[in-house]
Structure formats: C-alpha cells, structure tokens
C-alpha cells in the first residue's frame, strides 16, 4: 500500500491518483477548535446504531451515526433510507464554512463516530443515485487520527498497471475533498486497527437531489 505525507501549507493539495478528483487540505481546523466541536457533537448529534443484514445474518454496524440536513434531503443506502434530524448550530456554521472552502453547495451530512480501533467503515463508493452522476463530497475528521484507504474497482481495479491501494492517515481538522469521477473508478474505507486510538467523528457534506 502505498501512503503519503502531507505538507503544512495551510491550502489544498492535490491527492494523485488515476481517474479521481481529490484534494486534501490538512489542518484546515486547527487542533484547539478541532478538538472544541468534536466535543460538541458527541454531545449534540442524533446518534444511531442501525443494523444491517448481509448475506441473512443482521449485526450492528460497527460504529455510531448521525444524518442531518435539510428536511428534504432522504438518503438510501445498504438497503435502507434514512430521513434527516435537523441541522445543529454548530452543523450549520461547519456547513456554510466548508462550502466556502470547497466552492460547492451542500444540503446533508453524515457523521460517523468511531469509539475506538475496532470502529470501522467497509469499502464502498458514495455512488448512489440521488447523490448525482459526479458528486461532491467534503469530508472532515475530527478526533483521532485513522487510516483512510482508497482502492481501485470497476475497470481501473482489472488494469493491473495501476497501484492496489492508498493509505492516508487523517488527522484532526483535516478536510479531503472528492469529486468528479472519483466515486465511478474508487472506493473507499476505514479499517480496523489494533493500535489503541480515540475517538474519532467523520462529517462527510454532500448534497442529496430530489
């Protein structure tokens, strides 16, 4: 797997890989205010835990989530739709600030709180159809830091001349942006860790058509 370092440039810096759209700014939240409103939404957000079925067996997933957004903005995904808890005060400052550094519009979030290590994300893709043909999604950690992996599918995963994966180690306050064909040719997620880490709450902003 290949992994890479990031600078301290305080600006957007551009994430190479084939078929993808991505950028990260690191350290876009400086540590104290990171810190300040991952506290806060631990205390504040509509956290779930829903459970999944695959293959006949239902288990939990293995973290907690929040969806938040506008009224309209129903997201379906693994099977199931999920209806939006009203944006926070503190959801809709973090809103309006990265759609400013994004230059995009936003109308959802979802927020995932990994409580330790053993809190993971499969791999997926952001593809679903009410997120549009090319969607636009910025997504803020906060917390711990973890490794967010990219992997190949579709046609770019059967051209063996291309890399198995990328690893990123997240940090808080930093904000990866995604977009164009990045979620048709890419998946992503993070995995378990045996290391012993905190929590860590992901926001990923994007915006849900009708």
């Known amino acids: 797997m290949r992994q890479t370092r990031f600078n301290t440039s305080g600006a957007w810096q551009r994430i190479d890989l084939p078929k993808a759209d991505i950028q990260l700014w690191h350290h876009w939240l400086d540590d104290g205010e990171a810190e300040a409103i991952c506290a ?3 205390q504040t957000l509509d956290w779930q835990q829903p459970s999944l079925t695959i293959a006949g067996r239902t288990h939990k997933i293995p973290r907690l989530k929040a969806w938040h957004g506008d009224p309209a903005a129903h997201y379906r995904y693994s099977g199931q739709s999920f209806s939006p808890s009203p944006w926070t005060d503190t959801l809709r400052q973090l809103k309006a600030r990265v759609e400013e550094a994004c230059a995009a519009q936003f109308n959802s979030v979802l927020a995932n709180w990994y409580r330790s ?3 993971s994300m499969g791999f997926h893709a952001d ?3 009410e ?3 090319e969607p636009v999604i910025a997504s803020l950690s906060l917390g711990a830091t973890r490794r967010f992996v990219f992997q190949p599918s579709g046609e770019l995963k059967a051209q063996a001349n291309y890399l198995k994966s990328l690893g990123l180690e997240l940090e808080s306050g930093d904000l990866l942006l995604m977009r ?3 979620q ?3 998946k992503h997620g993070i995995p378990k860790t045996q290391k012993l ?3 860590r709450i992901n926001l990923t902003f994007r ?3 009708r």
């Open 180 to 182: 164009g064909s990045t």
């Open 117 to 119: 290590g053993q809190d």
């Open 197 to 199: 880490v905190g929590d």
């Open 184 to 186: 048709r040719y890419w």
């Open 207 to 209: 915006y849900i058509f």
């Open 40 to 42: 806060d939404l631990m």
């Open 131 to 133: 997120l549009g043909v």
């Open 127 to 129: 593809n679903e159809r």
